[in-house]
Every structure is written in structure tokens, then in C-alpha cells.
């Protein structure tokens, strides 16, 4: 096993952990938004939307 082999594979692995966690995260929101519009058209509100009408 040479240096360059060894340095090649950490970049290598850190740029796939780098991006599978970005991936994860853009995934993750796409979902959340999904799941927040589906709450809303059904008639359940952020608590946050509450506490602006009340004012």
C-alpha cells in the first residue's frame, strides 16, 4: 500500500460521507415540507401560526 493509495481513499470516503449527508438532509427537508403541507391541507396548524393570529 502506497501514501498515495492511502490518501486517495480517505478524500474518497470523506467526500462520499460529506455527500451522502448532505443528500440525507436535502431528502429530509423535501419529506418534511411534504409532510407539512399535507398537515396544513387538513386543517392542522403550526402552534407557531396560533401565537401570530392571537395577536
Known amino acids: 500500500m502506497s501514501h498515495a493509495f ?23 427537508h423535501r419529506n418534511r415540507h411534504r409532510e407539512l403541507e399535507r398537515l396544513e391541507a387538513a386543517g392542522i396548524r403550526r402552534r407557531s401560526a396560533r401565537a401570530e393570529e392571537s395577536r
Open 6 to 28: 492511502y490518501v486517495t481513499a480517505s478524500y474518497i470516503a470523506a467526500f462520499a460521507v460529506t455527500f451522502g449527508l448532505v443528500g440525507w438532509v436535502f431528502i429530509d
